[in-house]
């Protein structure tokens, strides 16, 4: 019998990456994890780690947005993002959305 090597598949978080390199798919991602993310608050630490990632990977992530990325990290760990998603959800009682969008300026 031949040894045959079948072709490997390309991990989902590299699927993911490469994905979140389009804006606005970026822009959507993060947009449904605020939406639909606030019973487990890690995601959004997560979401906004792979988003940095593919911009760190398309050469689009600045020094600054590097150090802000570290303080937004810190401040999402230290207070498991209640903050914002209690934001998110007087907004909805409110009868108001969070929508994120990629700026036309890029």
Do not use: W
Not at 2 to 27: C, D, G, M, Q
Not at 43 to 64: F, P, Q, Y
């Amino acid at each position: 019998m031949k040894n045959v090597k079948t072709p490997t598949s390309r991990s989902y978080h590299e699927f993911l990456i490469e994905s979140l390199k389009n804006r606005e798919e970026a822009a959507g991602y993060i947009e449904v994890v605020l939406e639909e993310g606030g019973d487990q608050p890690i995601l959004l630490r997560k979401a906004i780690r792979n988003v940095v990632e593919s911009c760190a990977k398309s050469d689009r992530l600045s020094d600054s947005a590097k150090q802000l990325h570290e303080k937004f990290d810190k401040m999402l760990t230290e207070s498991n993002a209640s903050e914002i998603y209690t934001f998110i959800e007087l907004l909805d009682k409110l009868g108001f959305r969070v929508a994120i969008c990629a700026d036309d300026d890029e």
